[in-house]
């Protein structure tokens, strides 16, 4: 098994952006794993067919769709990723844009000013657009999803976005967990792109707020 730091990480994104092949970058959270891997009982359990989709994610062997989850989780899941036919080999950081958010900012707003802001792109968050449209291009569609209902809405997000794409290659998710969830519908229904931002606008924003707090 290899896991890769956030260096290792943001060279292979940016290399995934530059190449302007398809691909998916793709978050796995502690529940969205645990979930999948059936390590979630009773009431808190999300549906069948929501954790059914995030399982299709991680069982993918295509090389171009990419996986990130923190390495002590996949660590601790290896027996039931064997069991369930996931190669546990090749994850990434899925922290890696909140790392230089932490650490040095200028790399993430470099980042995000190349990639994003002049690229068109179908924005699926949690957030609602006045808090991230800064981040990307204005002529970007962004669709915000209900933090508190998003189990029974897969599919129906998938299809908004595929009618909403109007030229986009890429779809950005901003929304831990679902994201994991309605990117592989995407990947199976489109050609476009998906790159999973996982907590990284969350961090951004709470950033940006520390810091007009100081002032």
Sequence with gaps: MKTYNAPDTIKKVSL???????????TYTRSAIFSAIGEVKGDKKPPKHFTKCILDG??????????????????????????????????YDPGFLEYYINNNYDVFK???SWYFKYTKAVVVSFQNESYIGKYFSTDSTFIQVPYND????????????????????????????????????????????ILDLGRTLNAARSLVKTNDSKK
């Design 58 to 91: 991680l069982q993918n062997q295509d090389e171009l769709f990419v996986r990130a989850a923190q390495n002590d989780l996949v660590n601790s899941s290896l027996e039931r990723f064997k069991e369930l036919g996931i190669n546990a080999s090749n994850f």
């Design 150 to 193: 998003f189990y029974s809405k897969v599919d129906s997000i998938t299809k908004e976005v595929l009618s909403n794409r109007n030229g986009a290659e890429i779809v950005i998710l901003d929304c831990p967990m679902l994201s994991s969830a309605i990117a592989p519908k995407i990947w199976a229904e489109s050609n476009m792109s």
């Design 16 to 26: 995934l952006l530059e190449n302007k092949q398809r691909f998916a970058f793709v």
């Design 110 to 112: 470099t980042f995000a």
